[in-house]
Nanobody, 115 residues
Framework: QVHLVESGGGLVQAGGSLRLSCAAS????????MAWYRQAPGKERELVAG???????SYANSLKGRFTISREDARNTIYLQMNSLKPEDTGVYYC?????????WGQGTQVTVSS
C-alpha cells in the first residue's frame, strides 16, 4: 500500500502561481510513473502531467508552458509548479502513482483561481 498526500492548493487570483506537492509513503524511485490529474466541477478527471522513473515528463497539450512537473527523490515527493493560472484551472488536483501494476491516488487538493 502506498499513501499519497497532496498539499499546496488554495485560492489565487488569475495570473498567479501555486506549487503543489505530493509526498509518497514509498520511495518514488521504484514508481514506474507518477502524475498529476485534476477534476473541475461537473467534469471528468483529466491528466495534467506525468513524470517517469527516468525523469521524462509529459503534459496535457493545453497546459504546456504554464505547468511544470518535477520530482525530488530524496523526499519521495513530486511537485507541480503552476504559473499564469486561469479560472478554468480551478478544480481538485490529485496525485497518482503507478507501482508495478498497482495504482494509488491521493485525496486531492483544491485549487481555486478567481478572475
Amino acid at each position: 500500500q502506498v499513501h499519497l498526500v497532496e498539499s499546496g492548493g488554495g485560492l489565487v487570483q488569475a495570473g498567479g502561481s501555486l506549487r503543489l506537492s505530493c509526498a509518497a509513503s514509498r520511495s518514488i524511485i521504484t514508481a514506474n510513473l507518477m502524475a498529476w490529474y485534476r477534476q473541475a466541477p461537473g467534469k471528468e478527471r483529466e491528466l495534467v502531467a506525468g513524470i517517469g522513473s527516468s525523469g521524462a515528463t509529459s503534459y496535457a497539450n493545453s497546459l504546456k508552458g504554464r505547468f511544470t512537473i518535477s520530482r525530488e527523490d530524496a523526499r519521495n515527493t513530486i511537485y507541480l509548479q503552476m504559473n499564469s493560472l486561469k479560472p478554468e484551472d480551478t478544480g481538485v488536483y490529485y496525485c497518482r502513482a503507478y507501482y508495478s501494476g498497482s495504482v494509488y491516488w491521493g485525496q486531492g487538493t483544491q485549487v481555486t483561481v478567481s478572475s
